[in-house]
């Protein structure tokens, strides 16, 4: 847990940029780039296949020194990795957690990731037609190990070409979709989103718990005094604007 209040009573809101790890991991590319050019940081081709692709071996061993989290299978997947791997983690029905975990995932980490994408200032697509070209992205377009391809291939039904991300976790996708901001858009924009959202939710109906959960988060947010905030996560709790998760 990082605190951001000091940070946001000497810097404008406007400097703090927002990454959403499922679009960083399905375009890491064009996130990145935008985070650097925010940073006012070069963000060439070369850089960028450096930030993306190539990390230095020295960078991710300082990783395991920073955090002294013996035997982590997390830090040690993350100091022999290379790059950003693919978004290919399957999102399971929101009943199929136990009702304790449920109870946290609805009250606590769904309200503060719908904030995070909210963030005025969020890298990554702004309109529905620019996600849409990620959600479409086979899973084949990315590199995948054999036994991560045979588990795709055996849950969908099909070959991994014919997978798309938007399909391995559509409740994602539902709110990348539904926090996008309509402050600006016209009837035509406004009606497509609702079509994909209507989309999302006959396609996937196992997941309609989480999309009503997600609409209700969105319709608070859209109220009179709606605004959104940066929530701070505190013992399992929601508290006031000032922290990130």
């Given amino acids: 847990m990082v605190s951001l209040d000091a940070y946001l009573k000497q810097h404008p809101e406007k400097q703090l940029t927002v990454v959403d790890?499922?679009?960083?991991?399905?375009d890491p590319y064009g996130v990145m780039a935008e985070v650097l050019k925010n940073m006012h940081a070069p963000h060439d081709d070369a850089t960028l296949d450096k930030v993306v692709r190539n990390w230095d071996p020295k960078t991710t061993r300082s990783i395991s020194d920073a955090i002294p989290v013996t035997g982590s299978a997390y830090i040690k997947k993350v100091?022999?990795?290379t790059g950003y791997t693919p978004p290919l983690d399957i999102t399971p029905p929101l009943d199929n957690f136990p009702p304790g975990i449920q109870e946290h995932l609805i009250e606590t980490v769904?309200?503060?990731?719908?904030?995070?994408?909210?963030?005025?200032?969020?890298?990554?697509?702004?309109?529905?037609?620019?996600?849409?070209?990620?959600l479409n992205k086979k899973c084949g377009e990315f590199s995948v190990k054999p036994e991560e391809q045979q588990e795709l291939e055996k849950?969908?039904?099909?070959?991994?070409?014919?997978?798309?991300?938007e399909e391995i976790n559509p409740v994602t996708a539902y709110a990348l979709v539904a926090s996008l901001d309509r402050n600006e858009l016209n009837d035509t924009s406004l009606q497509n989103i609702t079509q994909k959202l209507s989309q999302l939710r006959e396609q996937f109906p196992p997941h309609n718990k989480a999309f009503n959960i997600i609409d209700r988060i969105i319709s608070g947010h859209d109220k009179p005094g709606g605004d959104v905030t940066i929530?701070?996560?505190d013992d399992g709790h929601q508290?006031?604007?000032g922290a990130a998760i």
């Fill in 110 to 134: 769904m309200p503060a990731f719908i904030d995070f994408l909210r963030w005025p200032h969020r890298a990554g697509p702004k309109t529905l037609e620019e996600l849409q070209t990620i």
């Fill in 79 to 81: 100091t022999n990795s």
């Fill in 231 to 233: 929530t701070r996560i």
């Fill in 155 to 165: 849950t969908f039904g099909k070959k991994i070409a014919d997978i798309s991300l």
């Fill in 21 to 26: 790890g499922f679009l960083l991991r399905a």
């Fill in 239 to 241: 508290k006031g604007k």
